[in-house]
């Protein structure tokens, strides 16, 4: 799934907090660095980035792990800057 985008050195870390009205999952770990124009079509169905090089195509999985956080009240969100970690949050409200 996530993990097979992550570089085979990179720790990959799983953080959560929760309180009475949300809870947030991350998992955190060193990306191949994202495009932004990539970004922003990521989790569409059999769409692959440009510099998944010989890493084959998200599938339809990223975009099913989007849909099923997005229901009924959560959100799913990729944060990835060149040269950095690359995150995703899980937002259950």
Known sequence: MVFK???????????????SDKA????VGQGIDIALEDQTRLF???YTTKNAGT????APRLA???KSAELPFGKLVLCNWMGFDTTFT???F
């Not at 985008?5 to 309180?19: C, I, P």
């Not at 890493?55 to 998200?58: A, L, Y």
């Open 64 to 66: 099913i792990v989007k």
């Open 5 to 19: 985008y992550f570089r085979q050195s990179s720790k990959v870390r799983f953080e959560q907090e929760a309180s």
């Open 55 to 58: 890493i084959f195509g998200t």
């Open 44 to 46: 569409e169905i059999f």
């Open 90 to 92: 899980f937002n259950f």
């Open 24 to 27: 947030v999952f991350q998992i």
